[in-house]
């Protein structure tokens, strides 16, 4: 007995030791090999359900301003702590609708080369000596009686310094305009995000970002239809006689946003509410976008998701997308200018927003994921 006795126990010290080194020596250096981003997006839904404490408490790395989730690999392995960005909703109103955009430009766009050349057209002044430069007024003020001034600015996404005689020829303008589509609007506040990328200034065609402005009706008149290498146009004008829909709070590399009025009526004609799907959920596969081609109407269309990027940082090319739909690309001839800001929709959840079309094959584009756009 005594022999059997020590024979389980060697076979005890055995297992537990094998037991120990599979773990150090496979599982731990797995765990450790395994790339887990240090920061990741949860709607609050996903948060309660995965946060280690309850949402209402704050215990250890928690903090009111920053909450964490422990990553476990097979849902019991404890791999790391991340920090947790949560959305600010579950469920949005989806949008589709075309809006008619009047920006205000963060700084002074210039509109044609200056006469010495240190100027070019599509630059957007940011300070003058040192001094922020919202609008054409705060240019004229900050350079009055002055024959050299030191300015920032940006041009081409590049942030440059440059000395300028201010007495020159010098042609500016602080506001923009142009039509997108309405991605989302918050029904908690009203809050809207739109167009999904940086807003273009129409005749510099330049990138710029907003520090305001409001939204309006829009009209579309027709359509002209992508042909080649050609991108064709939503042909739409804002109706600048009609009561303001929202103001826009800012407009960055991720769309614009802003706050629909009470009695605006976008937000009276939104009715379709539906859940939103972080990054981590969307695949290749079916899906649809919601878009109008009249202007009034919003329609859902066939496409499909050909690829997603894993991507850690925003970006407003998340995803591949191919329009598939028979109806939509015979209208169009694929994706063209104005539908831009477009939902996508991806198993009942809102997953992203078109942002560009490919030039190459006019039925494919990019869209953004739904917690990469502005909101």
């Known amino acids: ?72 690999l097979l849902g019991f392995i404890p791999i790391k702590k991340v920090l947790v960005d949560i959305l600010p909703f579950d469920k949005i109103l989806v949008g589709g609708m075309p809006v008619g955009i009047l920006g205000q430009i963060d700084g002074v766009l210039v509109t044609s080369d200056s006469p010495d050349g240190v100027l070019k057209k599509g630059d957007v002044i940011k300070t003058v000596n040192g001094l922020a430069i919202q609008n054409c007024t705060d240019f004229t003020n900050a350079v009055s009686d002055q024959t050299k001034v030191d300015i920032t600015l940006e041009r081409n996404g590049t942030k440059l310094k440059r000395s300028l005689n201010p007495q020159q020829d010098i042609k500016l303008r602080d506001t923009t305009n142009g039509v997108g589509i309405l991605t989302m609007i918050n029904p908690e506040n009203n809050q809207f995000s739109a167009l999904g990328h940086q807003m273009t200034d ?38 600048q006689n009609t009561p303001t829909q929202g103001s826009i ?30 990054r981590y959920n969307v695949h290749p596969g079916k899906a649809t976008l919601r878009t109008s081609l009249d202007g009034t109407t919003v329609e859902e269309f066939d496409c499909e998701i050909l690829k997603t990027r894993y991507q850690n940082r925003r970006h407003d090319k998340s995803m591949v997308i191919r329009i598939t739909d028979p109806r939509l690309l015979s209208t169009t001839g694929g994706i063209v200018h104005g539908m831009s800001g477009s939902p996508i929709i991806q198993d009942g959840h809102l997953v992203g927003a078109l942002t560009h079309a490919l030039t190459h094959d006019p039925a494919k584009g990019y869209a953004i994921y739904i917690d990469f756009i502005e909101y």
């Not at 297992?15 to 395994?34: M, N, Q, R, W």
């Not at 407009?251 to 009715?271: E, K, V, Y």
């Open 1 to 72: 007995m005594k022999i059997k006795s020590n024979l389980r126990f060697l076979r005890g010290i055995l297992f537990t030791t094998l037991a120990f080194s599979i773990y150090v020596f496979l599982i731990v250096p797995f765990v450790h090999g395994i790339t887990t981003p240090d920061r990741i997006v949860l709607t609050p839904s996903e948060y309660a359900e995965r946060a280690d404490v309850s949402p209402d408490n704050l215990t250890g790395t928690d903090t009111e301003t920053e909450k964490y989730i422990t990553v476990k």
């Open 202 to 239: 129409f005749e510099t065609s330049s990138a710029v970002d907003l520090s305001g402005g409001e939204i309006r009706s829009v009209k579309t008149y027709g359509i002209i239809k992508t042909q080649g290498k050609q991108t064709g146009i939503l042909q739409s004008s804002i109706q």
């Open 249 to 278: 709070t800012q407009g960055t590399n991720f769309g614009i946003t802003g706050c629909l009025t009470p009695d605006s009526t976008i937000l009276t004609a939104s009715t379709t509410t539906m859940p939103v799907a972080t």
